[in-house]
């Protein structure tokens, strides 16, 4: 069996997101441990910049720093007096939020949660299932947290990978029902109707992380900086001249190259892929991202899928969901919701198709079909 080094596979995304989304904005950028860099002035140091401006009381003044989290390599950078401070807390919120949402530490929220069959909730957890549930009901159960038991048969869990015959699937299945996990707004607790089900904030939770830096980020005055969660971006303002961050969006085909970049402000650019997770068996690839209907991973043509969006909660969840769905499913779910974001979607028969709100901002050397909301 054949496991891909997901390691080196999240760190190429990285480098091609961050090269390509920071290439503009970063000049000559340095991401190190809570490196520091004056941005858009090459060779000048730190020191040398702080004795030329007196401190770090300049708004292009940058902090940076890199952590492995949540099963990823994340980044984050922002700019202005407070950027020590908040590049600081963002770190230390990443790392609250990813002993709270792994699925498979033992001191995890979430983890008690499934051997306990429910329990009270964090804020963060009640507001997660919550959004969850939401999406969950607008995608028609494509989105689902409760499919865990199928993603730990799989092996995505433990890293021990092995198909499953349809029969397992399909007793594991019945286990899958969200609805049958119990929210209690109130009290803000759960509690599942059987033994064996089990939930995994997996498609959710680097989305939500990001859209919690950019609040702490703002909190903190804060007004341009950008988050890159293994791939899933996030930026707040614009960069610090004014204009907009590029972000690259990988080749799903290529992990050294990319399809596309996006000019973007005060969004979240989260994509989903089969490429970002996966193992090989008798030749065939099985990724990480599952249909609900027959607990298989999903084989809907698309093989990369962008959601541009202010809300980075909702732009993961409809990441994954869009993935599953395939591209006629997508765009009808688009046209329903088009006021709330935007899609790129990216076919196995290399068909680029990008909606009408960002089709201005979008450039790629590959033919791009525009998808208007026509209805
Ligand atoms: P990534 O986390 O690699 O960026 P996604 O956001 O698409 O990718 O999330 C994939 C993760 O979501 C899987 O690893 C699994 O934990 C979980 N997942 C898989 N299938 C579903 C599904 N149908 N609904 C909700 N979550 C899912
Ligand atoms: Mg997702």
Not at 45 to 51: F, G, L, M, V, Y
Not at 64 to 88: L, P, Q
Not at 124 to 137: G, M, P, Q
Request: hydrophobic share 35%; charged share 25%.
């Amino acid at each position: 069996m054949k496991e891909k080094n997901n390691l080196r596979k999240t760190l190429s995304v990285f480098i091609c997101v961050a090269c390509c989304s920071l290439f503009v904005s970063c000049g000559n950028s340095n991401t190190g441990n809570a490196d520091k860099t004056k941005d858009n002035e090459s060779g000048i140091s730190a020191s040398e910049i702080d004795k030329k401006n007196g401190g770090n009381n300049d708004d292009d003044y940058a902090a940076s720093r890199d952590i492995f989290a949540m099963d990823t390599y994340m980044t984050v950078k922002a700019y202005g007096s407070n950027a020590d401070e908040a590049v600081e807390e963002a770190i230390k919120e990443i790392e609250r939020l990813d002993g709270m949402l792994s699925a498979t530490d033992k001191d995890s929220e979430i983890y008690k949660l499934n051997m306990n069959q429910g329990g009270s909730l964090s804020e963060d957890v009640s507001y997660l299932i919550e959004r969850s549930k939401e999406i969950y009901e607008s995608t028609e159960g494509t989105f689902n947290i409760a499919i865990y038991p199928i993603v730990e048969k799989w092996g995505f869990a433990s890293g021990d990978y092995n198909v499953p015959t349809q029969d397992e699937l399909n007793e594991l299945l019945k286990d899958t029902d969200f609805s049958k996990v119990n929210y209690d707004k109130n009290n803000q607790s759960l509690l599942y109707e059987t033994e064996t089900m089990k939930i995994d904030l997996g498609g959710i939770a680097k989305g939500y992380t990001s859209a919690r830096i950019m609040d702490i980020f703002k909190d903190l005055g804060v007004t341009s900086g950008i988050v890159n969660l293994g791939g899933n971006v996030q930026v707040l303002g614009t960069k610090t001249d004014g204009s907009d961050w590029k972000v690259a969006i990988q080749d799903p085909l290529d992990e050294d190259s990319y399809i596309g970049v996006l000019k973007t402000h005060d969004k979240a650019v989260i994509t989903s892929g089969g490429y970002e997770r996966y193992f090989e068996k008798d030749g065939v690839r099985y990724h990480h991202i599952i249909d609900p209907k027959t607990g298989y991973p999903a084989d809907s043509g698309l093989i990369s899928v962008t959601i541009v969006c202010s809300d980075g909660t909702m732009a993961d969840c409809l990441s994954t969901s869009l993935f599953i769905m395939g591209k006629d499913e997508a765009i009808a779910y688009w046209k329903k919701h088009s006021s709330e974001f935007d899609t790129i979607l990216y076919t196995e028969n290399n068909e680029l198709l990008v909606t009408e709100g960002i089709a201005d901002q979008f450039t790629s050397e590959l033919n791009i079909t525009i998808i208007n909301d026509d209805k």
